[in-house]
């Protein structure tokens, strides 16, 4: 049985997302991702104008003069959300958990998703699949998919996100929207990011903390890892230290930023510090621009 207080927090998220669903994000989900996938609908006989790629070449034989596929747009998509349930999201200074704020972009994309009529689906990943929640339609559906991203008690502690792709192109079939979230601590993915980005429209989001990318003058700070539990001690008060830990942390987002950038998937990147409804946005208004 599901806790009062889990069940508190899915109605609060459903009532503060509805109204951002209804209002900010009125129009924007169905510009940006309706009509990215055609299929094929039927065969006529072509038209001066036609696109010849679209002949179809083995009636055009059969009837002595040129046929053309018509697609169609796809009336639904399947959007999945692909989440790390990693101990490194147990971490925030500046009020929320990224985990939590992970869970609540979820929210807002699956609530978005049933306002359009699509399918929602989950992957939660740890250093193994921890759970999988087949996509479905319904309000009831993407209510127990958020129960389950509040409830959810993970095993593992590490983050393997190239298992969590090879997990999704094997139960996804058809191309989907994959919201991987995540705040990317890990390494040895890019191939298997290729390959789910060929396969479906990948985006990428990513959480993370002010203080991963800059440390605090506090003298003495004991830094634990939250996935090896490994623990280091830097003296913050030597500004060298300080510098090196900011370099190191701008060279690992360059690195993903270009890794993505040469992929090809887009990218969302969200901040504890920060509503995440500005980058979302933007992240929409740019998408909209490009498929015009």
Do not use: P, Q, W
């Given at each position: 049985m599901i806790p009062k207080e889990i069940l508190k927090k899915v109605r609060q998220i459903e009532l503060r997302t509805r109204h951002l669903v209804n209002t900010?994000?009125?129009?924007?989900?169905?510009s940006v991702?309706?009509?990215?996938?055609?299929?094929?609908?039927?065969?006529?006989?072509y038209l001066p104008g036609d696109d010849v790629r679209t002949i179809e070449w083995n009636v055009t034989a059969r009837m002595g003069h040129p046929f053309v596929k018509v697609f169609e747009e796809e009336r639904e998509l399947t959007v999945m959300l692909v989440v790390d349930a990693s101990a490194s999201g147990d971490f925030g200074t500046v009020g929320r958990m990224k985990g939590e704020i992970g869970v609540e972009m979820c929210a807002l994309l699956a609530f978005s998703a049933?306002?359009?009529?699509?399918?929602?689906?989950?992957?939660?990943?740890?250093?193994?699949?921890e759970r999988f929640i087949p996509p479905k339609k319904g309000k009831k559906h993407v209510l127990r998919v958020i129960r389950e991203l509040y409830y959810f008690q993970p095993k593992g502690r590490g983050t393997d996100i190239a298992g969590a792709l090879e997990y999704l192109n094997r139960v996804t079939t058809r191309k989907s929207v994959v919201f991987l979230v995540s705040d990317f601590f890990a390494s040895g993915y890019e191939a298997a990011l290729k390959v789910a980005n060929r396969r479906h429209d990948l985006v990428a989001v990513t959480v993370s903390d002010p203080r991963e990318a800059e440390l605090p003058d506090v003298g003495i700070l004991e830094v634990e890892d939250a996935e090896t539990g490994e623990e280091v001690l830097i003296d913050t008060s030597d500004v060298r230290a300080r510098r090196t830990f900011m370099n190191a942390s701008e060279e690992a987002r360059s690195a993903r930023r270009r890794l993505f950038q040469s992929v090809?998937?887009?990218r969302v990147d969200v901040r504890t510090d920060r509503p995440y409804i500005e980058p979302l946005m933007r992240f929409f208004e740019a998408r909209a621009k490009r498929f015009r």
């Open positions: 900010v994000f009125s129009g924007e989900y169905h991702f309706k009509g990215r996938g055609m299929e094929f609908a039927e065969v006529r006989e049933i306002k359009n009529n699509d399918r929602v689906g989950l992957i939660i990943f740890t250093d193994e699949v090809g998937v887009d």
